[in-house]
């Protein structure tokens, strides 16, 4: 699927920028469903970053430094830790916290300092040794979430899902704030941790089978529609979860 783009594109430099986009996104078939990622796709993925490479070293996560590389950094390490894990059978259920050699892995999440939405960052919990005091308040961590909508899925264990499983109420609050403000494509993305969470059996505030539906119903775009097939598929009632 991957390879058959890249060669059929009038710009494959494009078509790999592309890639590079979808990210993590590219082995959702692999980890919902019965496809297989074959060594073309992986090659495909490979000189993608060969083509765009991801940062050398992890930039600092805000508010020493910007969250936009922080965030490509945290997407690219997803992506470099699923191509792992969908290529190669014998690798670990638990990912390199380097991601490979492609892609290594940023440090903390977006941390959430509310005591009634999550744990603040003095609390000595696995989610707060990772976090930073960037985002406190649950409207901008959402948000921030929702930007890292591609880790959640399954095989990406590390502090960015420790951070959500900690607060489901908060992403919950999240997903109806941007719902009610018509932001459909920030509400998709945020209820992707919902549906991944629902899928791990964590109890939620809310079930978000029908807030999947109604974003399907008036979203629009290629990306919110990707974001609610992703979460629907990720709902399904015989989808297991490693």
Known sequence: MV????????????????????GADLFAPCLLGDAAFSPQDAAAVVQSFVVFPAAVSTPPPPPEGAAEPWLVAWRDWATATLLARCTDPTASATPDPDGGVLAPRPTRAPALAEPDHGPATTTATPAAAHVTDADTGWQLW????????????????????DAARAAPLALARGATRA??????????????????????GVPLPFDPAPLVEH????????????????????????????
Do not use: C, N, Y
């Open 142 to 161: 959402s948000v921030r979430m929702g930007q890292l909508a591609p880790l959640a899925l399954p095989g990406l264990e590390g502090p960015v899902l």
């Open 215 to 242: 974003l399907r119903l008036h979203g629009g775009g290629p990306r919110l529609a990707l974001d609610v097939a992703i979460a629907g598929r990720l709902l399904a009632p015989d989808l297991e979860t490693p």
């Open 3 to 22: 390879a058959e783009h890249v060669e059929a594109a009038a710009d494959p430099k494009a078509a790999l920028a592309a890639v590079r986009v979808i």
């Open 179 to 200: 719902v009610l403000r018509r932001d459909f494509p920030t509400a998709a993305r945020i209820v992707r941790w919902l549906a991944l969470l629902s899928a791990e």
